[in-house]
């Protein structure tokens, strides 16, 4: 199957040559990089969507396009960044390529269906996107597809649901793949309770992924049938009630929010104990609330709808619910800034874009709670402020974590360093125009500027002349950070030995970059869990 | 995999594993009854809303048919797994006797059902026909649900058709004998499953007041 003159210091990237040696790659470690590329791409087109929307909101009145086509602009950017981007960013590339290499093993348990679900990926890509160029135009809702607007509207809703569908077998497929590979492959001597946090991450958002997904499958479905053949499922006018889309739209939809950001937890829990050199506190605490985050995830869906017509019973408790949810995760956050405590901390990229991720997410958390508490989300309701929170745990959380981990492990993955001075300088520039562009989203929500309209009133101006200013030295950032690592890939003479940030697991014992079979020894585990620093096993070049 | 490394990892992802292929096979059930589960949700909604349009609908579905097709069904059932046992004591030739008696099931399971859509269809019950248009909505309801449930039931026995005809291929290519058959368990897991599903689209449809 492999060349016969592989031998032990051969990369993944050496062997097998040529586009087609990468497109139908059954290696978990192509596949994980085939993700990033695409991925990074169609991020690039949402980056885009989103500047220009925000300069479309520099004035009030029309900068740049029609209400129509701004509305077509956030449904695009929203479909894309979610479906295409965030949903499946740290498990599909970090994930496929770390999560095997940390359980000490060779693959994930199905290493053809793995590539499978990148071209499931591949496929709802270009239906999403190819509503750009034919039909009537991209899809104009919003990214929730609301009935009865999403039946009515002439716009091309059915190949952007149908897109979704697609997608979410996609990651389907990742969850399954990931949920058996934890079971079954882990290295002898790795019990579940010594796995890195990062696996234990992932093993919570891929249950999530396998349980939560189908629902919205079905739902889109139904939204496709529905603009068919005329049934009456959503559309009141025909007999069905939108309201009960909107239920079946967030049974999945607000789980899937913990899909994005569980996963970021991981890499943050594993930034943190490399760049302190001392063990996590609170492992346990961190693993179980990632499942705890996973199981109550599950049932405050409601959150989403308490303008919509629910009973105040109903609101109560997903009201209570939802304030559940802040337990577990401020439970990790306590625990990642009390490793932090007496650690001895080396100041690196990874580090800074871990740090910026828990200041984003608290603001993130903290602004989830007004929205969570059912009279301030009676005022804040489809404002700027909704946009605003979700931004600050979505890019400010999981983007940023997304970042770090590709800091992290650009040396252990291309085997070559980045600039650090230019990695710092790009963050803080970065960091500066993430604030900038969000933070004033929240002030002019508070003062009630809604959401989903081109166009505002004069007394919001100087908020959005701020934020659409922050969203220009966010690109500024964006783009140093990105031809810093790729300058780095070209230019960097370093030799990158196993383990450059002196981590702790499995990982860190094999080349950079591994060869094909990962490890060309036996991996060591640490003697008390996973980043037991004390009893750290040596490792040879 | 050939290395030439003298090093091999235990726990590797190319090895065969029976047990991570049943824990796979399971977890994808999961996602199947989920989706079904979001119908059904929808069906309930609906049906309590239009309880009675519901109820006049069902009279028009025939409860014969369905009767056979739920016989049908659980025999196809029984046969699958009557295969599996055969192979795990190595009667490869019964084996195959007894998937393809399942197959033939199914054959026959979509006969019938061709010819109970059919029958609505002639009737112009099928959604966007003229006569489905001027139904009132609880019944439109109905025969939308009908069609779409049923539909991706069937959708999904031509699917578990394929798959114990590849099963069946493999099986007599002497790809799948008694020490490796947890391909052949796996497509009976789903054929129970499609079957499972039927068990409660039945009553839902032809039986229940």
């Known amino acids: 199957m492999y060349m016969t003159t592989l031998v032990a210091n051969t990369n993944f990237f050496q062997g097998k040559k040529g586009l087609f040696s990468w497109i139908f790659s059954v290696d978990h470690k192509r596949i994980g990089l085939l993700y990033l590329y695409s991925l990074m791409t169609f991020f690039i087109v949402g980056v885009t969507l989103g500047l220009l929307m925000r300069y479309e909101l520099l004035n009030p009145g029309k900068d740049l396009v029609e209400a129509k086509t701004y509305n077509q602009l956030f449904t695009l950017h929203g479909v894309i960044m979610i479906f295409l981007f965030i949903i499946p960013s740290i498990p599909a590339v970090f994930g496929n390529f770390f999560l095997p290499i940390m359980l000490g093993t060779d693959d994930v348990s199905f290493p053809r269906l793995n590539l499978l679900s990148w071209w499931i990926y591949i496929l709802g890509a270009i239906m999403a996107l190819s509503t750009l160029v034919y039909g009537d135009g991209p899809a104009d809702t919003g990214w929730t597809f609301y009935a009865p607007y999403s039946v009515r509207t002439g716009t091309n809703v059915s190949m952007a649901v149908l897109a979704a569908f697609v997608l979410g077998f996609s990651s389907i497929l990742t969850g399954l793949n990931f949920i058996v590979t934890i079971h079954r492959l882990r290295t002898p001597g790795m019990s579940f309770l010594k796995m890195p946090l990062f696996a234990w991450a992932l093993y919570a958002t891929s249950w999530i992924q396998v349980l939560a997904t189908p629902i919205i ?9 529905e603009r068919m053949l005329g049934v009456g499922l959503f559309d009141p006018s025909i007999g069905g009630d939108p309201i009960l889309y909107q239920h079946l739209f967030w049974i999945y939809s607000h789980p899937a929010v913990y899909i994005m950001a569980l996963p970021a937890f991981g890499i943050i829990s594993e930034i943190l104990p490399t760049f302190t050199q001392r063990t996590i506190f609170g492992y346990k605490a961190i693993a179980f609330s990632s499942l ?7 049932f405050i869906w409601g959150h989403h709808m308490f303008t919509s017509g629910m009973s105040g019973t109903a609101r109560f408790i997903f009201s209570m619910l939802t304030f559940l949810v802040a337990i577990p995760t401020a439970i990790k956050v306590f625990n990642w800034v009390a490793t932090l405590y007496k650690g001895s901390i080396n100041v690196q990229p990874p580090l800074l874009y871990a740090l910026a991720f828990i200041f984003q997410f608290m603001i993130g958390g903290f602004t989830g709670l007004i929205l969570g508490a059912l009279a301030t989300d009676i005022h804040l309701h489809d404002t700027h402020f909704v946009v605003g929170h979700f931004h600050y745990v979505m890019f400010g959380g999981t983007g940023f974590a997304f970042f770090g981990a590709l800091h992290y492990w650009y040396p252990k993955i291309w085997g070559k360093m980045y600039n650090v001075k230019v990695a710092n300088v790009a963050f803080t520039i970065f960091f500066i125009g993430f604030n900038m562009l969000y933070f004033p989203m929240l002030i002019v929500g508070l003062m009630g500027m809604p959401r989903r309209y081109y166009d505002y009133l004069p007394e919001f101006h100087l908020p959005n002349m701020i934020s659409t200013y922050g969203s220009w030295v966010l690109a500024t950032g964006l783009l140093l950070m990105l031809g810093n690592l790729i300058s780095g890939f070209y230019t960097s003479k370093r030799k990158i030995g196993r383990n450059p940030w002196n981590g702790i697991t499995l990982e860190w014992q094999t080349t950079s970059p591994p060869p094909l079979q990962n490890f060309d020894r036996m991996p060591v585990l640490p003697k008390n869990g996973p980043y037991d620093y004390e009893n750290k096993p040596s490792i040879k070049e | 995999m050939e290395h030439h490394t003298g090093f091999v990892l235990p726990n590797s992802g190319h090895n065969r594993d029976a047990e991570a292929s049943k824990l796979g096979m399971w977890l994808f059930l999961f996602t199947e009854l989920l989706l079904f589960g979001g119908l059904f949700i929808v069906y309930m909604v609906y049906r309590y809303m239009n309880h009675d349009a519901f109820l006049m609908s069902s009279f028009e579905l025939s409860p014969v048919m369905g009767t056979i097709n739920t016989i049908v069904l659980l025999v196809s059932s029984m046969t ?11 009667n490869t030739k019964t084996a195959i006797k007894l ?31 003229e006569h489905y248009t001027n139904l009132p909505k609880g019944e439109a309801l109905f025969f939308f649900l009908y069609f779409f449930m049923t539909g991706l039931h069937a959708f999904h026995i031509i699917i578990g058709v394929i798959f114990i005809g590849v099963v069946i291929s493999k099986t007599k290519k002497g ?22 599903i039927w068990i409660y689209l039945f009553p839902l449809f032809y039986l229940i007041h």
Do not use: C, R
């Open chain 1, 217 to 225: 499958g079905i739902t889109l479905l139904m939204i496709a049938a």
């Open chain 1, 292 to 298: 705890a985050i996973a199981f109550v995830g599950y």
């Open chain 2, 80 to 90: 699958i797994a009557m295969s599996i046992t055969a192979i795990q004591k190595g």
């Open chain 2, 99 to 129: 998937m393809s008696l399942t197959v033939f099931l199914a054959f026959v399971f979509l006969v019938i059902k061709y010819f109970e859509w059919s029958a609505k269809i002639h009737h112009g019950l099928f959604p966007g026909m």
């Open chain 2, 175 to 196: 790809l799948l004998t008694s020490d490796n058959y947890s391909l052949n368990e796996n497509a009976g897991l789903y054929w129970h499953l499609v079957d499972l």
